[in-house]
T-cell receptor, first 116, second 110 residues
Framework: GAVVSQHPSRVICKSGTSVKIECRSL??????MFWYRQFPKKSLMLMAT?????????EQGVEKDKFLINHASLTLSTLTVTSAHPEDSSFYIC????????????FGPGTRLLVL | GQNIDQPTEMTATEGAIVQINCTYQTSGFNGLFWYQQHAGEAPTFLSY????GLEEKGRFSSFLSRSKGYSYLLLKELQMKDSASYLC???????????FGRGTSLIVHP
């Protein structure tokens, strides 16, 4: 099956710093990638949809200047949490749609962010 | 918007059968997904239903009734490794992006 990787898997940073999370589709081209956020025992909340070569579409309530998304190639999307604060601590998961498959999205292993 | 409801937690015995229900309210229903998520890991795809009826895949089956806004995931011959959170996700309207429910935490004990 299709594989999506995320890096780093875990990051601890100081308040005020920026953190970049990478999402890669390893064996397929992903024209669309999605970024989710998940709090403990809560649902996956879609943050934004990332389309290769164009601007990301953010969900209501998600600050686009705080969560910068870049989808520069068909296999890579990055999420940068700028000026991170403790309330940004969460589990961030990306997923990718294979161009030829309409019904399935493949999830990355997630990145656990802890902001001190 | 969408309203997706599933039980928060369920427990079951190894070897038994468990049914996890999901009810939803939405307009323009366009598919329902079930995902399995182990703690600290990403969700993995289990099933997709867009028409009424039962879809069987090995030990896992998923059922959909569009008129009732209802689905269930049936797990047979439970194994300890089936302990996980099971997420129901509904797609609607013109969007191809599903909305996730809170998930049901299933605990399988010996």
């Amino acid at each position: 099956g299709a594989v999506v990787s995320q890096h780093p898997s875990r990051v601890i940073c100081k308040s005020g710093t920026s953190v970049k999370i990478e999402c890669r589709s390893l064996d397929f081209q992903a024209t669309t990638m999605f970024w989710y956020r998940q709090f403990p025992k809560k649902s996956l909340m879609l943050m934004a949809t990332s389309n290769e070569g164009s601007k990301a579409t953010y969900e209501q309530g998600v600050e686009k200047d705080k969560f910068l998304i870049n989808h520069a190639s068909l296999t890579l999307s990055t999420l940068t949490v700028t000026s991170a604060h403790p309330e940004d601590s969460s589990f961030y998961i990306c997923s990718a749609k294979n161009f030829g498959e309409q019904e399935t999205q493949y999830f990355g292993p997630g990145t656990r962010l802890l902001v001190l | 918007g969408q309203n997706i409801d599933q039980p928060t937690e369920m427990t079951a015995t190894e070897g038994a059968i468990v049914q996890i229900n999901c009810t939803y309210q939405t307009s323009g229903f366009n598919g329902l997904f079930w995902y399995q998520q182990h703690a600290g890991e990403a969700p993995t795809f289990l099933s997709y239903n867009v028409l009424d009826g039962l879809e069987e895949k090995g030990r896992f089956s998923s059922f959909l009734s569009r008129s009732k806004g209802y689905s269930y995931l049936l797990l047979k011959e439970l194994q300890m490794k089936d302990s996980a959170s099971y997420l129901c996700a509904v797609r609607s309207g013109g969007s191809y992006i599903p909305t996730f429910g809170r998930g049901t935490s299933l605990i399988v004990h010996p």
